[in-house]
């Protein structure tokens, strides 16, 4: 502000500040998110987030992300179908990617496409070495209903729907009395 062109008393020229500021501003902005671009491939929602938070005007992170998106560095398509394949591979539930997908800003849309887009069997693979997982690790519970609640609770929280991780468990149950 000690460079601005308003002065003490000058309160009333709002709109004079903001064109000042948005020149000075957008270089800054724009410098900002591709740093965090950088990192990793973010949202347009968290690009948004993290310039809103470190006190950039609007119209500047407007101009940030239109530049981005016509740049082709921000995409919420790709963004969304990348995050939810590698959520998949870390044994992660439809559920959960959707709800994650949906936190990080995409649209609900965008998000149901990406997660409708993971492969089912390998959807169902993961599902199956998760259950096997959990299953060695509760071995030792001495109630075998209080072990499967835990195992079921644990698939839960990874974002399997019910169906899913009952078949999962299942079929790690009998390749587990089948050894």
């Excluded at 439809?94 to 993971?118: C, F, M, N, P």
């Excluded at 089912?120 to 199956?128: I, K, M, N, S, V």
């Excluded at 499967?148 to 468990?169: H, I, P, Q, T």
Aim: net charge negative.
């Amino acid at each position: 502000l000690e460079h601005s062109p308003l002065r003490p008393g000058d309160v009333e020229d709002l709109d004079g500040l903001k064109q000042w500021l948005l020149p000075r501003q957008y270089p800054q902005a724009l410098a900002g998110a591709v740093r965090l671009l950088a990192a990793r491939a973010r949202s347009t929602g968290e690009i948004r987030q993290k310039l809103e938070a470190y006190g950039y005007m609007d119209d500047t992170v407007d101009m940030v992300l239109y530049k981005l998106e016509k740049e082709g560095l921000l995409d919420d398509e790709a963004f969304a179908c990348e995050w939810a394949a590698a959520r998949a591979r870390h044994q992660i539930g439809r559920g959960r990617i959707l709800r994650e997908l949906v936190h990080k800003g995409v649209s609900r849309d965008v998000a149901e496409r990406a997660v409708d887009a993971l492969d089912r069997e390998e959807g169902d693979a993961a599902a199956l070495a998760l259950a096997q997982k959990l299953l060695h690790r509760y071995a030792g519970e001495p109630d075998a209903k209080k072990a499967m609640a835990k195992l079921m609770a644990a698939m839960a929280r990874r974002g399997y729907d019910f169906e899913s991780a009952r078949r999962a468990v299942e079929q790690a149950l009998e390749e587990a009395q089948g050894e």
